[in-house]
């Protein structure tokens, strides 16, 4: 049960440099504490982790990725979403190796822009899902992989993990390669360390602000910024559990992610601003009336333009399930800054203004699928619009890609407002679909933690 008295940040008291010495941090001080848990599209608990197992099975994938590849080489991570994708990552870290979230391809279409990645990264090994690499072969044979590529089945790397691996890091040594969407050029692989990666997660604690007996639910992507960083990394940086789901469980049925936030008593999540306008239009009444989210404290909006009016209409469809008022919190960020730069505080109020005849800030997040447009200044603001990105990876949403789905889904929500505008005045409808809105963040954090 979560308590008023906020949460301390132990890892930065206890002076930890590397993601690695996080993990082996929780593992020996909350080696038998729950971290994860992944839930089937029915909603149904199919897999955990303690601490000490995944600290055990990260090093069962990092002594088989020794044999293929030498500390600084980068692994690319084609794994699906769950908790093999967890262990892949913290695996190429205890191994010395960099880290290339990556999604998984369709195997049976061409992928280029994976091409593109493993190319740009200079790659020497892939971790791939058994689905992918029973069907490698065929599905290398559509499109121009490069040729110094390992293959291997992270399923086959499970070995024995007596003999763990030690690679002395640093906190400037680099953690992982994190691509952008590439909707105005070639994707960029943003170079991110492992001091990087503990002050962003430093700064999403205190924004944050957990407490004791806290814990999450995320469906996020875990080869984007918000997913990973925000839904993986998070947990394991406070030492509090999550519940993990495909992004596909949600799209499907949002429901899905209400019912899981009900069921464990989450405080915490996250979603882009569509996701919250489909809780309340592919929900009931009913559905609704059978939810409890009155432990639901922390909600980031972000990867998209926060709109004011969806958060009040979110606000009032699950009121009666004990939804607070102010649990939605607006949130900026980008892969090049490694992921938040402004948001919160978490239970603050929210302040929305509507826009006037020139464009007013409004509160956003850039994830893969989004590309921020550039700055006036030299210096980046803390809030920004992002300019929506047309183009879709090759994958389908049939095969379950994410960023496309998602972006259909995001279309029909668009389409249901213009419907809605042509009964609008003819004053509204030469402002646009319909009046637009802006959220503020009253906390900027980009600077340091300790500021």
């Known amino acids: 049960m979560s308590t008023d008295e906020l949460l301390q940040d132990d890892a930065r008291r ?3 440099s590397t993601l690695v010495e996080l993990l082996e941090y929780r593992a020996e001080r909350q080696g038998d504490d729950v971290v994860f848990r992944f839930v089937s599209g029915e909603g149904t608990e199919e897999e955990r982790l303690t601490f000490r197992e995944l600290r055990a099975r990260a090093q069962a994938i990092a002594a088989g990725l020794r044999a293929h590849a030498d ?12 908790l093999d994708y967890v262990a892949s990552f913290f695996g190429c870290l205890i191994a010395g190796t960099v880290a290339v979230p990556a999604y998984p391809p369709n195997p049976r279409r061409a992928d280029p822009r994976v091409h593109r990645i493993i190319a740009d990264s200079r790659a020497h090994v892939a971790l ?22 390992r293959w291997l089945d992270v399923s086959q790397l499970r070995g024995n993990a007596e003999s763990p691996v030690r690679h002395a890091a640093s906190g400037s040594e680099l953690a992982m390669l994190q691509y952008t969407s590439g909707s105005t050029g070639e994707p960029r692989g943003v170079m991110l360390t492992h001091a990087n990666l503990l002050h962003n997660s430093a700064v999403i ?5 957990h407490r ?10 875990p080869f984007h910024d918000m997913g990973l960083i925000g839904g993986i990394l998070q947990p394991v940086y406070v030492g509090a559990p999550a519940t993990l789901m495909s992004p596909a469980t949600f799209l499907q049925r949002p429901l899905v992610w209400l019912e899981t936030m009900s069921r464990y008593r989450a405080t915490t999540s996250g979603a882009p601003n569509f996701a919250y306008d489909l809780c309340v239009e592919r929900t009931t009444e009913e559905e609704r009336a ?36 102010d649990v939605v919190v607006p949130c900026y960020g980008l892969a090049e800054a490694t992921l938040i730069v402004s948001g919160g505080p978490a239970e603050g109020e929210t302040r929305s203004e509507a826009a006037s005849g020139r464009r007013r800030p409004v509160t956003t997040k850039s994830c893969s699928s989004r590309r921020a447009a550039p700055p006036r200044s030299t210096r980046w603001p803390s809030w920004t619009r992002i300019r929506r990105h047309r183009s879709a990876p090759a994958a389908s949403a049939r095969s379950g890609c994410p960023a496309r789905a998602s972006r259909a889904a995001i279309g029909a929500v668009r389409r249901r407002r213009r419907r ?15 009046p637009a809105t802006s959220v503020r963040c009253a906390t900027a954090c980009s600077s340091s933690p300790g500021d």
């Open 290 to 325: 059978s939810l409890d989210l009155s432990a639901w404290r922390t909600s980031f909006n972000g990867a998209e333009p926060v709109r004011a009016d969806t958060i009040a209409r979110f606000v009032d469809a699950f009121a009666p399930s004990g939804l607070r008022p």
């Open 14 to 16: 206890e002076r930890i």
């Open 420 to 434: 809605r505008s042509a009964h609008a005045s003819p004053a509204a409808r030469r402002r646009g679909s319909e």
């Open 71 to 82: 500390p600084g080489d980068r692994v690319v991570l084609l794994v699906p979403p769950g």
């Open 205 to 209: 604690h205190r924004v944050s602000a």
């Open 128 to 149: 791939v899902h058994s689905s992918l690499a029973a069907r490698l072969e065929s599905w290398l044979a559509l499109g121009d992989a490069p040729p110094q590529v």
């Open 212 to 221: 004791p007996g806290d814990n999450g639910v995320f469906w996020l992507p």
